[in-house]
């Protein structure tokens, strides 16, 4: 496998930098939409799964900004 070179490489952890940041706001989008459709199920007790749903996407969100806040703490880690 050849190496990069270092222009390369910068492009390379300029686009990772992108989709990490791009996670992180989807990640508050699931995690308020979650809120919304858990909110909702509990307004309307006869949908469990509407609450079920809204519990899982809230999970999803704050696990993907998680995520997204290390592994840009990684990436700032190493210099890069």
């Known amino acids: 496998m050849k190496e990069l070179s270092k ?7 300029v686009h990772f ?3 990490i940041k791009y996670r992180s706001w989807f990640g508050w989008l699931f995690t308020i939409v979650g809120g919304v459709l858990f909110g909702v199920g509990m307004n309307n007790l006869q949908a ?5 749903n809204g519990g899982l996407f809230f999970a999803y969100g704050l696990f993907m900004v998680w995520q997204a806040k290390r592994a840009l703490a990684n990436l700032d ?3 890069v």
């Open 7 to 13: 222009e390369q490489k910068a492009n390379k952890v």
């Open 77 to 79: 880690q190493s210099g």
């Open 48 to 52: 469990p799964m509407v609450i079920l």
């Open 17 to 19: 930098r992108r989709v």
